[in-house]
């Protein structure tokens, strides 16, 4: 039998929620100590919206609805994680923490770019609250494996 080496990109997602006070919703990770949006690696046979709206429910407590793309972001590592992100509309619940969240909040608009740490966090983040209707398409180099997470951008366009 042949061996093929089939390429290899993890997929993930990740999502700005927006409340009706325009407030976003943010967490903070168990494992940087960091705060950040929902975000999840899509599970085999899973469609990407699916993904994102079962990992934001089970991080925070709120049900979503996703209504635009906003990005495509590709971290060159190996293996390679290829991120897509959305805007979310907030459908219903309330905050709650869970394994995958150390605190949930709903944080001002103009706070919020302020307690992420993390560059690709930061620019993801960024994008998303600035989205014009251009999708951004972002290729860098993150190693999650070292502290600082080694930042490098290779690329940043609109598409």
Same mark, same amino acid.
């Given at each position: ?17 927006? $409340? ?11 494992? *940087?100590?960091? &705060?950040?949006?929902? =975000? ?30 906003? =990005? ?17 509309? *907030? ?14 909040? &709903? ?14 966090? *930061? ?9 014009? =209707? ?10 999650? $494996? ?14």
């Amino acid at each position: 039998m042949p061996n093929h080496n089939y390429p290899m990109h993890i997929v993930a997602t990740g999502g700005l929620v927006l $409340n009706s006070q325009g407030q976003v919703l943010l967490i903070k990770s168990p494992r *940087y100590g960091d &705060w950040e949006f929902p =975000g999840v690696q899509v599970e085999e046979s899973e469609t990407i919206p699916h993904a994102l709206e079962r990992e934001v429910l089970e991080e925070t407590g709120i049900t979503v609805r996703i209504k635009s793309l906003v =990005g495509i972001y590709s971290n060159i590592r190996k293996p390679s994680i290829v991120n897509i992100d959305f805007i979310c509309e *907030y459908v219903s619940g309330e905050p709650k923490t869970s394994a995958e969240s150390a605190e949930v909040e &709903w944080v001002a608009r103009e706070e919020a770019l302020s307690r992420v740490k993390r560059e690709a966090i *930061y620019k993801r983040l960024k994008d998303m609250l600035e989205f014009d =209707g251009e999708i951004t398409y972002r290729a860098y180099f993150v190693d999650p $494996n070292r502290l600082d997470l080694n930042y490098q951008e290779l690329e940043d366009r609109k598409i």
